[in-house]
């Protein structure tokens, strides 16, 4: 019953995710779907957006922000996982 139970928690903590996801602006959501959810280099996102590798990585700072505001979770501890 309780490996249930989280797996329903980690579904429903998924979900809330890519809700917050997809309320992003344009720009911050194409970065985030490109690099993380489907997995592209930086370099091939920038590519495919046409802006330049440190465009990408503000974009996804920038949206990193808005995602822990909306998640309730700390933004610095999120910026720290990221980098491990």
Known sequence: ???SRETL???????????AIGNLPGRQHDAVVLTYVLGYPIVTAAQLMGITQSGVYSLRRDARRQLAAALGLDEQAAEEAEEQ
Do not use: K, P, T, V
């Not at 928690?9 to 809700?19: D, I, K, Y």
């Open 1 to 3: 019953m309780d490996n």
């Open 9 to 19: 928690q980690e579904l429903e903590s998924r979900l809330g995710l890519f809700a």
